[in-house]
């Protein structure tokens, strides 16, 4: 097999080169191909006498198989290179970070405002209640003394659910907490009932009401604070008292006055409109209204289940986003629920 020992070598040579396995394949025709180099000897081998055929044509084999082992070996390698290449193209890195669902920026401004005004009330004596953002039309007008015609009723205020209660009228989206001030006063009656004494009602009902409005100053969702104290001898001055309290702790100072302006609400007779100044700082010298209060109606008392001779007290309806904004300087109330992170990391 001497002479064909070079050509084994040059096509191990010329495999060795190929780089894709189009290479390979035009490689492998120059030697096995028809008109390959060893199809050619193979030819050759017809001229030949007979008794040196056999040996011949075993060499010629020899080398075939040995240019077929070198093309075989050289394939597998191109396949295993193809791979790697592909892999690595679509490998993931594992020491690479991955995307993480961000961590919370910290508590919403209403959040921290709601939790500071639960504190304090808290601290106060106040029980913290929770009610339904969908309220019959019952306690929302009904309940609340508000006559059929009252402009909180009409659509340009509320917002309506398509869908009625038992009595055939529509649900609304609260318009005010004060809903909850018949819900929870009525079932602390209930508890109560037929014990000589009752424990005084004090309540505050932090939560999400709605009215169709939107500008800088409204939200259609906006937040309010009801609160609530029924007792035998709970009166305005209870009411002063407690919220001049109130205002202060919130806004960690004493240089804070408290106006009642006169007002109106159905529930509440006399109903006043509780407005705050501040004596130093950004706000000094402005007066701003943060509740409407008053003194809860008789009609209300009763439909608490309560009797209106004996038990007498005080409701409040603050506004919690109105609060905020004057804690956190911020003038924009609608900055509040745009979910923007820029916004909402200044307050952690
Ligand atoms: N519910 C009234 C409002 O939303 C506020 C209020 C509450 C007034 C309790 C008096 C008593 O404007």
New binding site residues.
């Given amino acids: 097999m001497t002479d064909l020992l070079p050509l084994v070598h040059e096509a191990q040579a010329d495999f060795a080169q190929a780089v894709t396995p189009a290479d390979l394949e035009n490689a492998k025709a120059r030697y096995l191909g028809k008109a390959g180099r060893i199809t050619d000897q193979l030819k050759g081998l017809a001229a030949l006498p007979i008794d040196e055929k056999k040996a011949r044509g075993a060499l010629i084999n020899e080398a075939k198989q040995q240019i077929e082992a070198a093309l075989n070996a050289r394939r597998d390698a191109l396949a295993l290179t193809e791979l790697l290449a592909q892999l690595k193209s679509e490998s993931l890195d594992v020491s690479l970070p991955g995307r993480r669902r961000g961590n919370g920026v910290g508590l919403h401004p209403i959040s921290r405002a709601r939790e500071r005004i639960e504190a304090i009330f808290t601290s106060m004596g106040f029980d913290v209640a929770d009610g339904p953002e969908i309220e019959t039309d019952w306690y929302s007008f009904t309940a609340l003394n508000n006559p059929e015609n009252h402009p909180a009723r009409s659509m340009q205020d509320t917002f309506y659910v398509d869908v009625k209660d038992e009595h055939g009228a529509w649900l609304n989206l609260r318009?005010?907490?004060?809903p909850m001030?018949v819900r929870y006063a009525k079932a602390h009656a209930l508890k109560y009932a037929g014990q000589a004494a009752m424990p005084d009602i004090r309540v505050i009902v932090p939560g999400r009401?709605y009215r169709v409005d939107n500008d800088a100053t409204h939200s259609p969702m906006f937040h309010?604070v009801?609160?609530l104290w029924i007792g035998e001898n709970v009166s305005f001055k209870d009411l002063k008292v407690m919220y001049l309290g109130f205002i202060r702790a919130f806004f960690e100072t004493d240089d804070v006055k408290l106006r009642f302006r006169p007002s109106y609400?159905p529930?509440?007779e006399p109903?006043a409109e509780i407005d705050i100044m501040f004596e130093s700082g950004p706000l000094q010298g402005k007066w701003l209204e943060v509740?409407?209060?008053?003194q809860v109606h008789p009609q209300v008392v009763r439909n608490m289940g309560l009797d209106a001779e004996r038990y007498i007290g005080f409701?409040?309806?603050s506004g919690i986003d109105r609060l905020a904004m004057l804690r956190y300087g911020v003038t924009d109330l609608r900055l509040f629920f745009e979910g923007d992170l820029r916004f909402l990391a200044q307050f952690t």
Avoid at 291 to 294: I, K, L, N, T, V
């Fill in positions: 318009p005010h907490t004060s001030q009401t309010q009801e609160g609400f529930f509440t109903s509740s409407g209060s008053g409701a409040f309806g």
